[in-house]
T-cell receptor
Framework: AQTVTQSQPEMSVQEAETVTLSCTYD???????LFWYKQPPSRQMILVIR??????QNATENRFSVNFQKAAKSFSLKISDSQLGDAAMYFC????????????FGSGTQLTVLP | DVKVTQSSRYLVKRTGEKVFLECVQD?????MFWYRQDPGLGLRLIYF???????EKGDIPEGYSVSREKKERFSLILESASTNQTSMYLC??????????????FGEGSWLTVV
């Protein structure tokens, strides 16, 4: 079974600074998807960024980018120019290509943005 | 935009009551999910459905059942609510695993308190 580990329960960053959230995973599969979801106080889970394992190029969405290291099974999220609205719980998630049900989440990192 | 709607945001139920949590999606997605979210544990899959009347147990199905009579609707049932089922419940949907994107879309969550 796949496991996803987020070793930082809490992080904080100064507004306009850059922060990196860590995620590692364990799998024996070669094809899979990785996601970062954001959950603000409203509790709505919002997709931040998605990475396909077969793509070597790191995904980028505006101020959000990932550092995907397939061999190391690492998938970190970098938030540049942090904004107050970025404050949320961030979840890393793994989805197996071979099984529609297989979406495994990490335990989450609570990000605080300081003004 | 994909819309996943959970009928109740906040519920308070008594121990032993039968509880229904309803979820509707408007994107004709084949896959639907029920997750439970608890602090420090991330999201855990309760049940998954990949078609009408089809379901699979997730990681923590004990004490729960589900119903999917129509493609757009997926219900979570607590036959006899207990205090350890006090939690946040998240419904989600997604297209089949082989489509480009593979994103799972979430509802806003239902807070259930069992007293």
């Amino acid at each position: 079974a796949q496991t996803v580990t987020q070793s930082q329960p809490e992080m904080s960053v100064q507004e306009a600074e850059t922060v990196t959230l860590s995620c590692t995973y364990d799998t024996s599969e070669s094809d899979y998807y990785l996601f970062w979801y954001k959950q603000p106080p409203s509790r709505q889970m919002i997709l931040v960024i998605r990475q396909e394992a077969y793509k070597q190029q790191n995904a980028t969405e505006n101020r959000f980018s990932v550092n995907f290291q397939k061999a190391a099974k690492s998938f970190s999220l970098k938030i540049s120019d942090s904004q107050l609205g970025d404050a949320a719980m961030y979840f890393c998630a793994y989805r197996s290509f071979g099984s529609a049900r297989q979406l495994t989440f990490g335990s989450g990192t609570q990000l605080t943005v300081l003004p | 935009d994909v819309k996943v709607t959970q009928s109740s945001r906040y519920l308070v139920k008594r121990t032993g009551e039968k509880v229904f949590l309803e979820c509707v999606q408007d994107m004709d997605h084949e896959n639907m999910f029920w997750y439970r979210q608890d602090p420090g544990l991330g999201l855990r899959l309760i049940y998954f459905s990949y078609d009408v009347k089809m379901k699979e147990k997730g990681d923590i199905p004990e004490g729960y059942s589900v119903s999917r009579e129509k493609k757009e609707r997926f219900s979570l049932i607590l036959e006899s609510a207990s205090t350890n089922q006090t939690s946040m419940y998240l419904c989600a949907s997604s297209p089949p695993i082989d489509r480009v994107g593979n994103t799972i879309y979430f509802g806003e969550g239902s807070w259930l308190t069992v007293v």
